[in-house]
């Protein structure tokens, strides 16, 4: 995992400029290169997430369409 992270890092440091202005798809092409290999689910949940133990529940965000 900590090596996907320095994949990442160094992608964005690659090219600054393309991540000026960030978009759904390139959060999802950093987030591609820190899973890649973990078997972790690739994209955005659409549901609520928790916390395991507690009652707590984050607010869904409607933010991203």
Known sequence: M?????KAFDFVY?????FKKLSISEIEEIHGLIVNGL???FGLRKSRVGI???????????YLK
């Open 2 to 6: 900590i090596l996907n992270h320095k």
């Open 39 to 41: 078997d972790v689910y």
């Open 52 to 62: 395991t133990g507690t009652n707590y529940r984050p607010k869904l965000t409607t």
């Open 14 to 18: 690659t090219d600054p400029k393309y």
